[in-house]
């Protein structure tokens, strides 16, 4: 199985601040990868697809890059809606994995 | 607009069974494939299992097979998970989702809750 790894598990920073969530799969996975948000007691909401594709719908302050086994998740500048638990996941073979989380607190 | 309702949840004893439903509105249900994926209090997600738009194929985590059967009712619109054997570590909010463009997860339902408790 595709492990996925996430770094950092725990983010603290301002509003306006530009953060960058790192994304790491034990072997190649080419661009299947998507980003998703969470608050709590709610359902994930897809944010990027096959690694930089942005949904529709999602502001364009954020943005995904990477192929292979690196990826990041970049948010320009924070907005308060954007503290939420967010989660990598590949899609290339099964069975799909998710990376462990990271939250992204308010400094 | 996509809409997926699950149901089905609830408190249920160790080794017991129990049959969970999402039932899906607003697209072409037996065009996608459907997934379940789940989500113990406090703790990341967990992938569960797979089962392609017209029923050829399933795919399961390793965690669950053996124990748990997806299946789907394409002229119900509504996609199940059977649940046999259920351990305590399978205590969880319970996602179905919607494979797009790919198998994207790009549409979720609210989640159902499934406590394993003696």
């Known amino acids: 199985d595709i492990q996925m790894t996430q770094s950092p598990s725990t983010l603290s920073a301002s509003v306006g601040d530009r953060v960058t969530i790192t994304c790491r799969a034990s072997?190649?996975?080419?661009?299947?990868l998507a980003w998703f948000q969470q608050t709590p007691g709610k359902a994930p909401k897809l944010l990027i697809y096959?690694?930089?594709s942005l949904e529709s719908g999602v502001p364009s302050r954020f943005s995904g890059s990477g192929s292979g086994t690196e990826f990041t998740l970049t948010i320009s500048s924070l907005q308060p809606d954007d503290f939420a638990t967010y989660y990598c996941?590949?899609?290339?073979?099964?069975?799909?994995?998710f990376g462990q989380g990271t939250k992204l607190e308010i400094k | 607009q996509v809409h997926l309702v699950e149901s089905g949840g609830g408190v249920v004893q160790p080794g017991r069974s129990l049959r969970l439903s999402c039932a899906a509105s607003?697209?072409?249900?037996?065009?996608?494939?459907m997934h379940w994926v789940r989500q113990a209090p406090g703790k990341g997600l967990e992938w569960v299992a797979v089962?392609?738009?017209?029923?050829?194929?399933?795919n399961y985590a390793d965690s669950v097979k053996g124990r748990f059967t997806i299946s789907r009712d394409n002229s119900k619109n509504t996609l199940y998970l059977q649940m046999s054997s259920l351990r305590v570590e399978d205590t969880a909010v319970y996602y179905c989702?919607?494979?797009?463009?790919?198998?994207?997860?790009?549409?979720w339902g609210q989640g159902t809750l499934v406590t394993v408790s003696s």
């Open positions: 989702a919607r494979g797009t463009g790919g198998d994207v997860l790009a549409n």
């Open positions: 607003g697209f072409t249900f037996s065009s996608y494939g």
């Open positions: 089962m392609w738009y017209d029923g050829s194929q399933t």
């Open positions: 072997q190649s996975i080419s661009s299947w």
């Open positions: 096959k690694a930089s």
């Open positions: 996941q590949h899609y290339n073979s099964y069975p799909y994995t």
